[in-house]
């Protein structure tokens, strides 16, 4: 961001570096899990910071002490050449982070290109040459400016030169040296995240091929390559006989690892500790990620603080005791949940104050679960429910169920009804198979028209000594509407399916799920049930 | 003299092979002496080939069979032993070579060596497994030793299908289990409903305290999805949400048995689910 003179930078901008910085600050709570973030490493291998011993690398990245060592091992002593390593592993299993600390450990250059940030091959290829540039420069080369490629084939002879002049330049710069400089070697090194990214793109029959046997194209002694995935190595198994990587696996954390990794950075280690003890087995049931796992704990540990009123308590048996029985309701409802999302309701709660007891405070939750967190207008919700009944219904049972008149009043109508049902037994298991159907525009409107036209007939006949009015135009079929479809096709809760290629009208899906149409029916008292086709 | 070189050879012959029958047209018109090199993994390679470029071609094949014992000896030497110009102390390269010398003719080295090429006998794997060997190599020590092989030899024989499976929670193995079920019912497809149905079958018939909601248990799935133990039938019905998509199991009842056996937190539970039918 260019400072210019006179013209105030406004104060909500900030840069990524003043960012990082402040980062610092932040609570324990929300201190991010690894003390450094991708970004600053990347800094990190162009400018020379100080590189950590070998004790703050295995004790910064707790579990990961073997497939540390295996890499270390692996990648070899100083200006040693060294094979293709794969390395694979589950996701949020410390991989890049593994390594990335590695090379900041062994202080030599690198280059680093993930393929979910260059998402293409162009991106990749420039990304690597950029960085090679920048490493020319490091060592002292005068550079001819960046170079830009499209093809394959111009990546692999520019890379060619680029890695030349690389390692040429680093050799002149060690010849150089003095003996107070670190000899950070003449090898450079490739490394390629998220490899398995690779087999979704387009071209990925040339891709994957052309960079699993980079060190082979290039035949560099100096180049080590390093390919980082999530897929196993016989997802990329080329049957052309190449050298194939070695693989060094990355098995997901223990539960002592698990322990590890979340006292970390803790204020409180004890009473952390004792909640991991409460918390960690029974979510370890259910998934090992740690992402997810943090995810969990964090408004778990806040609730299991909630009783004590000085943090810096040590604990006794006592006390434990109690602090459990506090969190135990919390529990069982936390392991179902997937995520926690503080909803409207429960912020009013905090803020009128934390004198709830625990029991109404679960059913509240319980409440504020059961109503929409957001607004919609009367006729969205309309259009919504006559999409969700659309899907979920056969197309042939909407002449039993709706008429001209609208409703199901008639008894004759549901002795129909009902006898048309019987005889569709296998129709509710296909559809919870094949899932929800398609169903054309005007069909979604024909059911509009009638549940409306059904709804306004009981609003007047509850409602009619009442004195608000109604507003009539809203369901009345105007272009309103149709913009309202648009709206909700682009919120998601309707998609765009095939379109039949006969008659070339277009199809729609409802996306939503049967609870969140209950919660729309019940905001607008609206019988959905007695519209659905169940078995 | 210009040799022309095509490595992948096979790849030059999709499409209409235009590059291939203006090199060789060329050769044939012009008076400059060249050669077309091609190198090529696939043995029918010239079999690819149009009408026109196979006429222009001089259907000399060379053929490159794989090692024999010998040829096996005389590589793993050629890579193991110390050159002797070499800069290192002399002393140092008679100790080594000899180690080298004594592993060689060891008979459980020979053995080691039978188990590796039995799988696959191409000089990339003989390389994998002897960097791995090299890389152990202890530093006080500064000898090649018989046990450096033998683990070498045990992290080439990783299993990535098996160890996933360790890596999977419990939940998840859960949810294999029940897929594992519903293929040996022969459905021939069945989705994430399903897969709840019959969980939530289980969970009835056992009360186990495993019983989770079908967001977590989705969650699991979509988990399963990535680490690619189960994959999408078909990939024609991307537009359908992932409960409704036919799923199927990317591993044998066997693999599924082994590691739930040599699993020490799974619960017993599931071993007996694998292996009866009815909910007993």
């Given at each position: 961001m260019a400072k210019e003179e006179g013209i105030p930078l406004s104060p909500g901008r900030k840069t990524r570096s003043s960012s990082f910085s402040l980062s610092s600050s932040l609570p324990q709570n929300h201190r991010t899990f690894?003390?450094?973030?991708?970004?600053?490493?990347?800094?990190?291998?162009?400018?020379?910071?100080?590189?950590?011993?070998?004790?703050?690398?295995?004790?910064?990245?707790?579990?990961?002490?073997?497939?540390?060592?295996?890499?270390?091992?692996?990648?070899?002593?100083?200006?040693?050449?060294?094979?293709?390593?794969?390395?694979?592993?589950?996701?949020?299993?410390?991989?890049?982070i593994s390594v990335l600390q590695t090379f900041r450990y062994l202080n030599r250059p690198f280059v680093y290109a993930g393929c979910r940030?260059?998402?293409?091959?162009?991106?990749?290829?420039?990304?690597?040459?950029?960085?090679?540039?920048?490493?020319?420069?490091n060592?002292?080369?005068?550079?001819?400016?960046?170079?830009?490629?499209?093809?394959?084939?111009?990546?692999?002879?520019?890379?060619?030169?680029?890695?030349?002049?690389?390692?040429?330049?680093?050799?002149?710069?060690?010849?150089?040296?003095?003996?107070?400089?670190?000899?950070?070697?003449?090898?450079?090194?490739?490394?390629?995240?998220?490899?398995?990214?690779?087999?979704?793109?387009?071209?990925?029959?040339?891709?994957?091929?052309?960079?699993?046997?980079?060190?082979?194209?290039?035949?560099?002694?100096?180049?080590?390559?390093?390919?980082?995935?999530?897929?196993?190595?016989?997802?990329?198994?080329?049957c052309t006989g190449s050298i194939e990587p070695i693989p060094v696996y990355f098995p997901d954390y223990s539960l002592e690892d698990l322990h590890g990794i979340f006292m970390r950075n803790q204020s409180n280690p004890n009473l952390y500790s004792s909640f991991l003890s409460v918390v960690l087995k029974p979510f370890y049931r259910v998934?090992?990620?740690?992402?997810?796992?943090?995810?969990?704990?964090?408004?778990?540990?806040?609730?299991?603080?909630?009783?004590?009123?000085?943090?810096?308590?040590?604990?006794?048996?006592?006390?434990?005791?109690?602090?459990?029985?506090?969190?135990?309701?919390?529990?069982?409802?936390?392991?179902?949940?997937?995520?926690?999302?503080?909803?409207?309701?429960?912020?009013?709660?905090?803020?009128?104050?934390?004198?709830?007891?625990?029991?109404?405070?679960?059913?509240?939750?319980?409440?504020?679960?059961?109503?929409?967190?957001?607004?919609?207008?009367?006729?969205?919700?309309?259009?919504?429910?006559?999409?969700?009944?659309?899907?979920?219904?056969?197309?042939?049972?909407?002449?039993s169920l709706f008429d001209s008149s609208g409703g199901s009043n008639n008894p004759k109508r549901k002795r129909n009804l009902q006898t048309s049902l019987d005889k569709k037994?296998?129709?509710?298991?296909?559809?919870?198979?094949?899932?929800?159907?398609?169903f054309p525009l005007e069909r979604l409107l024909a059911i509009f028209q009638c549940i409306t036209s059904v709804a306004e007939s009981m609003v007047e006949d509850d409602h009619f000594e009442n004195d608000f009015a109604i507003e009539n135009e809203n369901f009345r079929l105007t272009s309103d509407v149709l913009l309202q479809l648009s709206a909700l096709c682009n919120a998601n809760f309707l998609c765009k399916s095939g379109s039949c290629p006969l008659e070339g009208s277009t199809r729609y899906r409802c996306t939503i799920d049967e609870e969140m149409a209950v919660k729309v029916a019940r905001s607008i008292n609206f019988p959905l049930s007695s519209y659905l086709y169940r078995r | 003299m210009i040799i022309f070189v095509l490595e992948e050879f096979d790849l030059f012959t999709q499409g209409k092979q235009r590059l291939l029958y203006s090199l060789l047209d060329a050769m044939q018109t012009l008076t400059s002496h060249s050669?077309?090199?091609?190198?090529?993994?696939?043995?029918?390679?010239?079999?690819?080939?149009?009408?026109?470029?196979?006429?222009?071609?001089?259907?000399?094949?060379?053929?490159?069979?794989?090692?024999?014992?010998?040829?096996?000896?005389?590589?793993?030497?050629?890579?193991l032993y110390l050159p002797t110009d070499s800069s290192l102390p002399s002393d140092y390269l008679k100790e080594f070579n000899s180690n080298i010398n004594n592993i060689l003719s060891d008979n459980k080295f020979k053995e080691i060596l039978d188990l590796l090429l039995a799988a696959d006998n191409s000089i990339s794997n003989i390389q994998r497994f002897l960097y791995q060997a090299i890389s152990s190599m202890h530093f006080q020590t500064e000898l090649l030793t018989l046990d450096d092989l033998k683990s070498a030899f045990s992290y080439h024989q990783r299993q990535p299908m098996l160890d996933k499976l360790q890596d999977a929670s419990i939940l998840e193995l859960y949810i294999l289990v029940c897929m594992n079920r519903l293929e040996s019912r022969e459905q021939d497809s069945y989705t994430f409903n399903s897969v709840m149905?019959?969980?939530?079958?289980?969970?009835?018939?056992?009360?186990?305290?495993?019983?989770?909601?079908?967001?977590?248990?989705?969650?699991?799935?979509?988990?399963l999805i990535e680490r690619e133990l189960i994959s999408f039938a078909n990939n024609r019905l991307r537009n359908l949400s992932v409960e409704y998509r036919p799923v199927r199991l990317l591993l044998s009842s066997q693999e599924l048995y082994q590691s739930l056996k040599s699993n020490a937190s799974c619960p017993a539970i599931l071993q007996r689910l694998l292996n009866y039918e009815t909910y007993r």
């Open positions: 690894f003390s450094h973030t991708h970004l600053e490493l990347l800094h990190g291998h162009c400018h020379s910071e100080e590189s950590i011993s070998l004790d703050t690398l295995t004790s910064s990245l707790p579990g990961r002490k073997p497939q540390i060592h295996e890499i270390l091992r692996l990648i070899g002593p100083l200006n040693s050449p060294m094979l293709p390593l794969l390395l694979y592993g589950g996701p949020s299993t410390g991989k890049t940030t260059c998402y293409c091959p162009r991106i990749l290829f420039n990304s690597v040459l950029r960085q090679l540039l920048i490493h020319e420069k060592a002292g080369k005068g550079s001819s400016g960046a170079r830009r490629c499209e093809k394959p084939s111009e990546f692999i002879d520019l890379l060619r030169i680029s890695l030349i002049q690389v390692v040429n330049a680093l050799r002149e710069r060690n010849l150089k040296l003095g003996s107070e400089e670190s000899d950070r070697g003449n090898m450079i090194y490739l490394i390629f995240d998220n490899v398995e990214l690779l087999r979704l793109w387009d071209k990925s029959s040339t891709i994957v091929p052309l960079l699993l046997r980079l060190s082979e194209i290039l035949k560099i002694p100096e180049l080590g390559i390093i390919y980082i995935s999530s897929s196993s190595p016989d997802a990329y198994y080329l998934t090992r990620r740690v992402d997810e796992l943090s995810v969990a704990f964090h408004p778990l540990f806040e609730k299991y603080c909630d009783p004590l009123s000085d943090q810096c308590l040590v604990l006794d048996e006592a006390m434990k005791r109690r602090l459990f029985d506090n969190l135990q309701p919390h529990l069982a409802s936390s392991l179902n949940d997937v995520f926690w999302v503080p909803s409207w309701a429960s912020h009013q709660l905090k803020q009128e104050g934390e004198h709830r007891q625990k029991r109404f405070w679960k059913s509240i939750r319980k409440e504020a679960s059961n109503e929409l967190d957001f607004h919609m207008s009367m006729s969205v919700k309309y259009l919504l429910l006559s999409a969700f009944i659309a899907a979920r219904n056969p197309a042939t049972l909407d002449a037994d296998n129709m509710a298991e296909e559809i919870l198979l094949k899932g929800p159907g398609s | 050669v077309v090199i091609g190198i090529s993994c696939r043995m029918d390679a010239d079999q690819l080939l149009e009408k026109r470029v196979r006429s222009r071609f001089s259907h000399k094949k060379l053929l490159f069979t794989p090692l024999t014992t010998d040829d096996m000896q005389r590589l793993l030497e050629h890579l149905k019959e969980y939530k079958a289980i969970q009835d018939a056992y009360k186990t305290s495993d019983n989770y909601s079908k967001s977590v248990c989705q969650r699991a799935f979509e988990h």
